[in-house]
């Protein structure tokens, strides 16, 4: 007899989840079941799987699966529609609220429209520049890596790296719409120098105040958006003096909005959560 799954459908400028209310559901192996949901044709189909969970640390608990099924530290779009799911069920009922992570607690601030969660602002802490620490297989005398020549596949590129609580590889080129993504894309995720692999960022700036981007997320190819990837992009473009603090960062599911405080050094990014859809998932 096949079992049955609640779940919900939600994105965050086009990062789509399968999300699961852990407070009433209970998945045994989250690995296996977000490769098989994340499948576009034999699945609900998702950049991955989000389970919402009890904390004794914070407000609530998020785990995420990529598709693949790898777990990651963090994920900046799912943290956005994670408030959104926990207002709009009751778990939670504050309009900011504390959100624990494998990345750490991070602090999210509900934005909302005629009464209804739309948004959310996200406080995703400082960025990590210290190869060890994103981690990066350098020697101990390199402190940050910006703008640093890096063999890709027969090619140079100058790789600024960056830990958002997850790895980042950012790339600075002229018309990045014409990357062969699938191709390039593998190439720097499994890089020898990022022994927990990369997401990384192909980044063009357009001015001071925006930049746009394509990103190969670890696990899960390239996607139409990913939040802590932008708030690296972003990070990236001060360390190579090309933009200003704050700025847009367009991609392929709309625009974020990210700022580095230079007061206390934390990156801020807004954007939107929305529910697409209720199921019951069999199996």
């Not at 098989?36 to 989000?50: P, Y």
């Not at 693949?68 to 529609?81: F, H, L, Q, V």
């Amino acid at each position: 007899m096949s079992s049955q799954l609640h779940f919900t459908k939600m994105q965050g400028t086009g990062n789509d989840y399968v999300y699961v209310n852990g407070f009433e559901e209970h998945v045994p192996d989250p690995s296996e079941l977000a490769r098989r949901m994340s499948d576009r044709h034999f699945g609900v189909g998702s950049d991955g799987l989000v389970l919402i969970l009890p904390s004794g640390t914070a407000d609530v608990r998020m785990r995420m699966f990529n598709a693949d099924g790898t777990e990651a530290e963090m994920c900046g779009n799912a943290s956005r529609c994670v408030g959104k799911y926990v207002y709009d069920h009751g778990i939670v009922t504050k309009d900011v609220l504390r959100l624990e992570t494998a990345a750490g607690i991070k602090v999210v601030r509900l934005l909302f429209e005629a009464g209804e969660v739309c948004g959310a602002m996200v406080d995703m802490g400082r960025p990590e520049l210290a190869p060890a620490r994103i981690p990066m297989l350098l020697p101990a005398e390199v402190d940050q890596v910006i703008a640093r020549p890096v063999e890709v596949n027969g090619e140079i590129y100058d790789i600024t790296a960056v830990s958002m609580g997850n790895p980042h590889a950012v790339v600075f080129l002229e018309n990045i719409d014409a990357l062969d993504l699938p191709a390039l894309g593998p190439c720097f995720e499994n890089h020898p120098l990022f022994p927990q692999r990369t997401n990384t960022e192909f980044v063009e700036v357009c001015s001071s105040a925006e930049i746009r981007m394509r990103v190969w997320e670890r696990g899960a190819g390239e996607t139409l958006a990913c939040g802590t990837g932008a708030c690296a992009a972003a990070v990236a473009s001060v360390l190579n003096n090309r933009t200003a603090r704050e700025m847009d960062v367009g991609l392929k599911g709309g625009v974020l909005r990210i700022n580095w405080d230079a007061g206390n050094g934390h990156v801020y990014m807004t954007g939107g959560a929305v529910t697409v859809f209720d199921g019951v998932y069999y199996s």
